[in-house]
């Protein structure tokens, strides 16, 4: 019997696989029965390997899952001693902040103004790979380098309460700059979005019309040589061969532990920076296009091993390491690493982006998170690889670009045409085609009271980088 097989359904968008083989825990998937019936068995092998890491006390699958790279896209793991590299990923703290803009849907109407948009952000913000620079990007120095690395969104003096993590310490003793080909990108790609599925994008909140503008982007170039630089290294202690290194882990209170852990954290720290500079020049194009003013509303990783407080289902809290590779923290109401902060009575946003088509999410985390490893999705999740993407939809690109150009859509009342983008054709790899359906994930959240929808925003213009 396969893994997925074996599966059983437990209640309303959950589904757990039992202990098998090699695993030290049972893991919870939480799935609507169609999202259950399009997971690809290769997720539930790599679900499993997930759970047999030493040091793994949950596992746990979100709606957006789909196979990735040692451990699913969308998947958590829970450890108490060990660090699972994997569980984070190559593009660590990947995440998303939200502006909310001084503006409503009428003020966004104009195609050529949203088109003014888009270039204004491009003179200013870096796309696609490699460390070009656009001739409004801000230009930063050595000092600069050390005090994103060490204190993230701190050395830019951004308000912690709108950070998930404004930073995460890291030794003082630490050099930085030991993983060269890591600190060789710090500055040249600060303030950079990158490629792939990262963007800039303009969103409308469908039902009051309010404006908002969605960043995704990680740690680029430094934390991709950093993950590089430890999954070999970890494949060594542990002794597997290089093509296995996805397999790698370390124990936190051994020498290469300690010091992965410490690299891991200063590049989420430059993820968090990142991200905030790159807010800092659609500011500047908001105020030259729109004259709008505009504020983080909140700030949040998605590739990320997180130190917290576990509320365990008995109600008793322990400390444990919890990975969200392509998830999203959700601490509810009540939780105790909310305490003293504005979210404490409310729980904190999390922000849920889709397809350059479909748009974005913003939630609050339900008391059924907790059930959940106070985790949800980080998106709607692929459908399509990117190869097959390009291969399958080919025929279809004027179709798709019809679709984006075309689109209309109510915002409190005012409809607006189209979604402006940087592109002549929309990246088949990107386009709504190859992504999940946003609100039939989102469903899921809902119905097993994990989460909560409080708005959903749809792009109106979009700035995505290319491979």
Request: charged share 25%; net charge neutral; aromatic share 8%.
């Amino acid at each position: 019997m396969s893994l997925k097989q074996a599966a059983t359904r437990v209640a309303e968008g959950h589904y757990v696989l039992p202990r098998q083989g090699e695993m030290r825990v049972e893991a919870h998937a939480f799935l609507s029965p169609a999202l259950f019936e399009a997971a690809e068995e290769e997720l539930w092998g790599q679900l499993a390997a997930g759970a047999s890491y030493p040091g793994v006390i949950g596992a746990y699958a979100m709606p957006d899952v789909h196979a990735g790279f040692g451990v699913p896209v969308g998947c958590v793991l829970v450890t108490e001693d060990t660090l699972i590299q994997a569980g984070s990923g190559y593009d660590i703290s990947c995440g998303v902040v939200c502006l909310a803009v001084e503006l409503g849907a009428n003020a966004v109407r104009s195609w050529h103004r949203r088109e003014a948009f888009v270039r204004e952000v491009e003179a200013r913000i870096a796309t696609g790979l490699g460390s070009a620079r656009p001739p409004k990007m801000p230009r930063f120095g050595p000092d600069d380098a050390e005090a994103v690395l060490r204190y993230g969104a701190r050395a830019l003096g951004v308000d912690a309460e709108v950070c998930e993590r404004q930073f995460i310490p890291v030794p003082e003793e630490l050099d930085l700059g030991r993983v060269a080909r890591a600190r060789d990108k710090v500055l040249p790609q600060l303030g950079s979005v990158g490629g792939g599925n990262h963007f800039v994008e303009l969103q409308v909140d469908r039902d009051r019309g309010e404006v908002f503008v969605m960043v995704h982007c990680g740690s680029r170039g430094y934390g991709w040589q950093t993950a590089e630089h430890f999954f070999f290294e970890g494949a060594r202690l542990r002794g597997l061969a290089p093509k296995h290194r996805q397999a790698a882990w370390l124990r936190v209170d051994e020498p290469l532990g300690r010091e992965y852990w410490a690299y891991h954290n200063s590049a989420a720290n430059y993820a968090i920076a990142n991200r905030h500079v790159i807010v800092r020049g659609v500011q500047e194009a908001l105020r030259e296009v729109f004259g709008a003013e505009s504020a983080v509303y909140y700030e949040i990783s998605h590739n990320l091993v997180q130190e917290e407080t576990l509320v365990l289902p008995d109600g008793t809290q322990r400390r444990g390491f919890v990975h969200r590779k392509g998830a999203t923290r959700a601490f509810p109401a009540g939780h105790p690493d909310l305490a003293g902060t504005r979210w404490e009575a409310t729980g904190h946003p999390v922000l849920v982006p889709g397809s350059m088509y479909e748009g974005a999410a913003v939630l609050f985390p339900e008391a059924g998170a907790y059930g959940a490893a106070c985790s949800v999705n980080h998106g709607s999740g692929r459908k399509l690889a990117r190869g097959a993407a390009r291969r399958k939809l080919e025929p279809k690109q004027q179709r798709i670009d019809d679709e984006m150009r075309q689109v209309r859509r109510t915002f409190g009342g005012v409809a607006i045409e189209g979604i402006v983008q940087n592109h002549r054709h929309t990246p088949l790899d990107e386009c709504g085609h190859v992504y999940k359906d946003l609100d039939a994930v989102l469903a899921v959240l809902e119905s097993a009271g994990i989460a909560r929808v409080v708005r959903r925003l749809y792009p109106v213009a979009n700035v995505k980088g290319t491979d």
